[in-house]
């Protein structure tokens, strides 16, 4: 059901508008490279930033992309963690 409402017309699939006005365009969402667009809003504060392609990258290194895919957390582990060969 598409309608008018005088500013902007609805429809029942969401379009996502690209975000990237750069001159050189950043990495899309599905590139291997998305990490390295750049940054819409950035919130340390609640752990999340928005890039430019539409990928929320969060502060565990978490991804969600904007068609809904979840990119688990890929940090390095920590010293601790790391098992040496005897």
Do not use: Y
Request: glycine share 6%; proline share 9%; net charge negative.
């Amino acid at each position: 059901m598409n309608t008018t409402s005088g500013r902007r017309t609805l429809t029942p699939q969401r379009k996502i508008p690209a975000m990237c006005q750069h001159s050189s365009p950043c990495p899309t969402a599905d590139s291997a490279d998305r990490e390295a667009a750049q940054l819409v809003a950035h919130h340390p504060e609640q752990g999340w930033s928005l890039l430019c392609n539409g990928v929320l990258l969060f502060e565990d290194t978490g991804e969600l992309l904007p068609d809904g895919q979840i990119i688990a957390p890929h940090r390095p582990l920590g010293i601790e963690h790391v098992m040496t060969a005897a």
